[in-house]
């Protein structure tokens, strides 16, 4: 009992650290004008990416080394980064009003913008970079071409002007253009070779290359020529590969590093904050990331949709949650959208899914009554999941318990990532815990990855539906913010009452870091504001 | 002598195509690619086309014969081949490894010499006393403890007591820098993993040299020399200990080689960017390129460090003869 209501009293001590911490923080970073100077070292919890070609690859590894040496046409707003609508430009001079019945964007592009050899960025550089990601030519890769389905041509009919034609008006089209990995390249490069980025770096940037050290660092001074006024505001910076959790943790203990961009889990920001109290720093939001259950529909009995449905009613996701986010990066209960975004749905809404209802216990009555009406009331099968701590191993073993609550028998089949993903490309797989992580927050675009696999080559549910697609084409052709909800609630409401799939917990970005460092502010994804260019150094 | 040594070096030539091999069909066993990983280790959609074209680039859409001839052939003019993870040239990935690793391998071979051998002379010369268990004990401890536990706990007991003393908590530097660059960085890098490393080793070879030293000791030729009336000092040095150093040096030939690629855990504790973590890398991202050359460096370490080894007996006992 003593020892209980000591636990308690170290609880709510520590959460009270944490809340004085994080109060600090907020008001230490309002206060005061930046200070220009100083070195940033920061980690990047991976072993290096592959090619250093923003256009190709998906891995954050890539994106936190090479961000700040790269300029954007527009970007989400590095000082309102959370706002999930808040875009301007980065590149361009002002954000631009659609004509044409919303098909025709005009980007003016700054002047006197130079590369980092010292040649003029036009927009010639910017219309050959987002051709080369929309337009890839045969032989070049580009990752998120399929985000572009919209674009007819792209064209720059002047050195400072850039002109997007669109097949159809969308909303997708401007969060789109944000993304974050869409770095503007030198054309006179690209004609070269169009392979020349995949292992230089040469942008406009707030930084310039000064070192790569293969799989250890990447160094960066300040760009003199850099087109915001006064940013950035660092002489440089050394970002340091440490794929190592503790190292991570010692490291911005013993100010070897002053925070890593990506996340730790609760437990690292408590023994942080315990050890350091008002040396760091903790900014935390929810993350446009989560794990996702996906039941393979070609295999028996999940061909059922009442056995899909059991699965899903199984699971408490609001006490889950609540419990889960004390060890992991978990916290928020949302839907297929992320809910930061006008286009979620709310509580209330979500409450009448399938999954999310807020009586458990009625919840798992019916489950129990479909599987037996199903015939499956001692069904037993394998979850395959990836051998990756957070959260997939903590999130899979909560749910094979939540399982066992209605009478299924489950194990977990941890495998590498390589073995995991080709379980579910092939098929090889009864039910699989996925992940579903986006960049920049665009609801319709982000959905098309729950879209039948007739249509989505990657969705490993393997199911087709017709309604689905058509319900997202007309929200995908859909300008009205208010009619695209109504469609995004009926394409939910369909995904949930098919049981084709089930968003389980969103994940939760915790970044703690040192005190000194102020000007960045935390975003739904750790793809977004990662140029450095506002950062500065208290010391 | 020399017939030897190249009788030896040709005999790497099969030893190298069989590895070559078999690393060749493991790699290719494990289910799922590089450009699988690639692009969908992230968890956001990728388009299915941009595989394709991945395997294309890698030439894995040929037949496995194919490729399998391709990467002898490369062997054979030694060219192998470039990373199918970050495209860069396998030999600069290795290239960019090798220090530190070659570095922590050497530092621990030193520790664990210096260790190993005076104190395994010393058990075995008192054998059942006081010194004798408390070494032995020094020598289960390290057996029984895993290096990167003992990397992880040391690090922590670094930072805590730096923390209690000084008021600021200091690990070692978390990016290496070579040593004729910044010799004090360099080594406040490397000590901590070394001695980690070093203490596993040094109680391995400590074993070793007290028993190899406990059966010389029984030897007729130490008897003789007892009877001549030598000192015990030069009996153990002259005599024992250098005949008793055999076994050990294979010992640490052996080690040695598997301390270069070997130090997985340790070189991801102390995040030394070795040849030990790129290997776990490679594995991991199915880059079949950097896993076969890996593989192959290792081959040849363990091959030229058995060279070594064997050549060393000779001078520890002039009666081994090659010829």
Not at chain 1, 174 to 183: E, M, N, R, T
Not at chain 1, 270 to 290: F, M, P
Not at chain 2, 97 to 109: G, K, M, Q, V
């Amino acid at each position: 009992m003593a020892h209980n209501r000591d636990g308690r009293c170290l609880s709510l001590g520590l959460m009270l650290m944490l809340g004085a911490v994080l109060m600090f923080g907020a008001n230490a970073a309002l206060a005061g004008a930046p200070k220009r100077g100083g070195i940033l070292t920061y980690m990047i919890p991976a072993d290096g990416g592959p090619s250093l070609d923003g256009h190709r690859e998906t891995t954050f590894a890539v994106l936190h080394a090479t961000a700040p040496f790269y300029s954007v046409l527009i970007r989400v707003n590095p000082d309102n980064p959370s706002s999930t609508t808040d875009f301007q430009c980065d590149l361009c001079t002002e954000m631009p009003q659609p004509t044409d019945n919303g098909l025709t964007y005009r980007f003016k592009i700054r002047k006197g913008v130079k590369f980092h050899d010292g040649s003029p960025l036009t927009a010639q550089d910017v219309a050959a970079s987002w051709n080369k990601i929309v337009h890839p030519q045969p032989g070049v890769a580009s990752a998120r071409e399929s985000n572009f389905v919209m674009v007819d041509s792209i064209t720059a009919p002047d050195d400072e002007t850039v002109v997007f034609k669109l097949k159809f008006a969308t909303l997708t089209f401007v969060p789109a253009l944000a993304d974050p990995y869409a770095y503007i390249y030198s054309k006179k490069k690209l004609d070269q070779d169009m392979h020349w980025y995949e292992k230089n770096i040469m942008g406009s940037g707030p930084f310039k290359l000064t070192e790569y050290q293969v799989g250890q660092s990447i160094k960066g001074e300040r760009n003199p020529d850099y087109y915001h006024p006064g940013q950035p505001y660092l002489d440089g910076f050394v970002a340091i590969f440490a794929p190592k959790q503790s190292v991570r943790t010692d490291a911005i203990r013993a100010d070897r590093a002053a925070l890593e961009f990506r996340s730790l889990p609760p437990s690292a920001r408590d023994q942080l904050v315990r050890e350091l109290h008002d040396k760091i720093t903790v900014q935390e939001s929810d993350w446009n990331c989560g794990n996702v259950v996906t039941p393979n529909h070609q295999k028996k009995p999940f061909d059922d949709v009442r056995v899909r449905q059991a699965l899903f009613l199984a699971i408490d996701q609001w006490k889950g949650a609540q419990a889960l986010s004390k060890i992991a990066i978990i916290k928020t209960v949302g839907g297929i959208v992320f809910p930061g975004s006008p286009l979620a749905a709310t509580k209330e809404e979500l409450q009448k899914l399938i999954g999310y209802g807020p009586d458990i216990e009625a919840a798992r009555a019916e489950a129990r009554r479909l599987l037996r009406e199903a015939g499956q009331e001692h069904l037993e099968f394998e979850l395959l999941n990836r051998n990756v701590d957070q959260p997939y191993k903590i999130v899979g073993t909560w749910l094979v318990d939540e399982w066992s609550k209605v009478g299924l028998k489950v194990s977990q089949k941890v495998v590498p990532t390589g073995p995991w993903l080709d379980a579910m490309r092939s098929g090889d797989f009864t039910v699989a815990l996925e992940a579903n992580c986006q960049n920049v927050v665009n609801p319709i675009a982000d959905v098309g990855r729950w879209l039948p696999h007739d249509v989505q080559r990657e969705n490993y549910g393997f199911f087709s539906d017709p309604e689905m697609v058509e319900i997202h084409d007309r929200m995908l052709r859909e300008t009205d913010v208010d009619k695209a909800r109504i469609l995004m609630r009926k394409f939910e409401t369909r995904i949930n009452q098919q049981a084709h799939q089930l968003m389980v917990t969103y994940w939760y970005r915790i970044v703690p870091m040192r005190s000194y460092v102020k000007g960045w502010k935390i975003s739904p994804s750790h793809y977004l504001n990662q140029d450095l260019a506002n950062i500065w150094l208290d010391k | 002598m020399y017939r030897y040594i190249i009788k030896r070096v040709l005999l790497v030539i099969p030893t190298l195509i069989g590895a070559a091999a078999l690393v060749f069909v493991l790699m290719r066993l494990i289910p799922g690619d590089v450009c699988v990983v690639r692009l969908g280790s992230s968890g956001g959609t990728f388009d299915p086309k941009a595989i394709a074209l991945c395997h294309a680039e890698l030439g894995m859409d040929r037949p496995l014969v194919v490729q399998f001839i391709d990467f002898v052939w490369g062997i054979m003019r030694f060219d192998f081949g470039t990373s199918m993870w970050s495209g860069n040239p396998v030999t600069t990935e290795i290239w960019a490894r090798l220090p530190i690793s070659l570095e922590i391998a050497i530092l621990a071979t030193v520790i664990a010499i210096a260790i190993a051998i005076p104190l395994g002379a010393v058990s075995a010369v008192k054998q059942n006393t006081w010194i004798d268990l408390v070494v032995r004990l020094f020598a289960v401890g390290g057996t029984a403890t895993p290096s990167f536990w003992l990397g992880l706990v040391s690090l922590l007991i670094v930072l805590n007591v730096t923390s209690a003393v000084f008021g600021t908590p200091w690990m070692p530097p978390i990016e290496y820098v070579p040593i004729w660059q910044d010799p004090i960085h360099n080594l406040s890098m490397a000590l901590l993993p070394a001695v980690t490393v070093g203490y596993r080793y040094a109680a391995v070879s400590m074993r070793m040299t007290r028993s190899a030293m406990l059966e010389v000791m029984q030897e007729d030729y130490i008897r003789t020399a007892r009877a001549k009336g030598l000192i015990n000092k030069l009996i153990i040095n002259r005599h024992a200990l250098k005949n008793a150093l055999l076994p050990v040096v294979t010992l640490i030939g052996i080690e040695f080689a598997f301390l270069i690629g070997g130090l997985v855990v340790t070189e991801q504790v102390f995040n030394l960017n070795g040849v030990g973590r790129l290997f776990v890398q490679a594995v991991q991202n199915q880059d079949y390129t950097l896993t076969q050359a890996l593989v192959m460096l290792t081959v040849i370490i363990f091959v030229i460090s058995n060279l070594l080894v064997d050549l060393l007996y000779a001078w520890l006992d002039p009666r081994i003869r090659y010829a």
